[in-house]
């Protein structure tokens, strides 16, 4: 057994995975290795059209055999019918023991994912996250080779690396011509961005783009152009524009979760950052989107305007957006309809490849550039360490997302939390998986008071502006005591030495593992 630098115990080897242990979140060196891609030059004849009648005959003209590794991307959310369709069909024509590597796993019940794992169809996976029945299945053993769990910003690092090669990637597309332009801003099934699919477009050995809205050539704007594009085909539908549009997106009326996030509008309004030309990014979960909210009216209130939004995109970003409050929106995903929306119908709302937005080994990405980023989290320990995959229980609730990417590259990354949900504390002694480390958080904001990180690089200028102001400042240690008054000491977790996911950091190192708990 050997320890990264957070004192987690992790094995040496895994399988065939080697580990690299996290050392600090820019302690491990870009390689100066030249990208590895699996794509090839490709040649279409004037006249040849790549066109496929069905998805399985796709699927035997991508060449796709036993042990290959397939990409989706996470775009349609739990409004998704093209992944189950694909695997239906690659069932079908008997191909098993895939790899499978979406940018992350949908919530898919009917067909569930599961089904193709236990049939053999895939016996690999590599994602952000897994929950609902193929997270249970993965703790409780049910797969022999143990999940890779990647950041976003870590996915396309691991494809340029040669560490995750891509040999067919299925592209769903809102629209897309016969010749394989496509997009995902218009269509009956709009999505929005396809920035998560970018790095699969130009980089994977086959792409076959699936629409169900086949228009004139040529599709504009394309989100994807034509030379990336080996196949078409039209199924009749994508998705269910009413998940798809919908998803994580809500708005709270919860008045503890408004609490908190008033409270963090006013720790990002107090910074000496906050200024004229500020980034922010704040996400999709119901305190971030009042956070925003929150965040307009500060910026109002002090006639600051930003100088970009990032990342996940919703409704309540393009209405500052068409206000004035912000000059451009950097967007790799939209999280509602009306972001979707916003990139065809607004000038300086753009579509952005994931790796420009979170690859810590791109030349330079947004989140170097960001000032403030505000993120969720289902458990925080007195180090500042942040869980985001695992519940109370153990099982798997989350996906790694881009809070390690965001919390690693913004000035100020701050994390919204209640100190309890239900009788389970939130505020723990050790989480029990550890995704972002806690010296890349400035500030943990709850309902019972602010915690400062010491260790933080920003920490005495934060702290100097804090008080200046009214908001309650108290310890970490203090949240947690709070927290285990409230709830009692919680059992601890029991699992055995097996492990089932490798949880890697933005730099591909293992900052945690996830063992698989006893029944």
Do not use: W
């Amino acid at each position: 057994m050997i320890k990264n630098s957070l004192g987690r115990e992790l094995p040496e080897r895994i399988g065939d995975y080697i580990v690299k242990p996290y050392m600090g979140p820019n302690a491990t060196p870009a390689s100066d290795t030249p990208v590895v891609t699996r794509r090839t030059s490709g040649h279409r004849i004037p006249g040849e059209s790549k066109m496929q009648p069905d998805l399985k005959s796709a699927i035997l003209a991508s060449g796709l055999k036993d042990g290959m590794t397939i990409s989706f991307h996470h775009s349609f959310r739990e409004g998704d019918k093209i992944i189950g369709q694909v695997l239906t069909a690659i069932r079908e024509l008997g191909i098993k023991g895939l790899r499978f590597a979406p940018s992350a796993v949908v919530n898919i019940k009917e067909p569930s994912i599961v089904d193709f794992v236990k049939d053999g169809t895939i016996d690999r996976i590599e994602a952000s996250g897994i929950r609902g029945q193929l997270g249970d299945h993965v703790l409780a053993g049910g797969m022999e080779n143990p999940v890779i769990l990647r950041t976003h910003g870590s996915r396309p690092r691991a494809i340029e690396a040669g560490e995750l090669q891509i040999d067919v990637a299925f592209i769903g597309a809102s629209a897309a011509d016969d010749y394989g332009n496509c997009t995902g801003q218009i269509g009956p099934n709009a999505c929005g961005s396809l920035g998560y699919s970018f790095i699969d477009a130009h980089n994977a050995g086959c792409v076959i783009v699936i629409t169900d809205y086949l228009v004139d050539y040529p599709c504009c704007p394309a989100s994807i152009n034509q030379q990336y594009v080996d196949y078409v085909v039209k199924i009749d539908q994508i998705g269910d524009p009413e998940k798809i549009g919908a998803g994580a997106a809500r708005l709270t009326k919860n008045p503890r979760d408004l609490m908190i996030a008033q409270r963090t509008a006013d720790v990002i309004a107090a910074s000496r950052l906050f200024k004229n030309g500020f980034s922010f990014q704040t996400g999709a979960g119901a305190i971030s989107i009042a956070t925003t909210k929150y965040l307009a009216d500060k910026m109002r209130e002090k006639d600051v305007k930003a100088s970009f939004a990032l990342g996940g995109i919703t409704a309540a970003i393009i209405e500052m957006y068409d206000e004035g409050l912000i000059r451009a929106v950097e967007c790799s995903q939209s999280f509602d309809s009306i972001a979707a929306k916003a990139i065809n119908d607004r000038p300086r709302v753009y579509e952005i490849d994931n790796a420009d937005y979170s690859n810590a080994y791109s030349k330079g990405g947004f989140l170097n550039r960001e000032t403030f980023g505000v993120l969720g989290a289902l458990e925080v320990d007195t180090d500042f360490n942040v869980n985001i995959l695992t519940g109370s229980s153990g099982e798997m609730m989350g996906g790694l997302g881009g809070g390690p990417d965001v919390a690693g590259g913004a000035d100020i990354s701050i994390v919204t939390i209640p100190i309890i949900r239900g009788r389970t504390p939130s505020i723990v002694k050790r989480v029990f998986t550890t995704c972002t480390p806690g010296e890349t958080v400035a500030a943990v904001v709850t309902e019972a008071g602010i915690a400062l990180n010491p260790k933080h690089k920003n920490y005495a200028e934060l702290k100097e502006d804090l008080e200046k102001t009214s908001l309650k400042l108290v310890t970490i240690e203090e949240l947690q005591k709070m927290a285990e008054k409230l709830t009692g000491v919680p059992k601890p977790i029991e699992t055995t030495d097996r492990v089932a996911c490798i949880v890697e950091y933005r730099d591909g190192t293992v900052i945690d593992v996830i063992r698989e708990v006893k029944k």
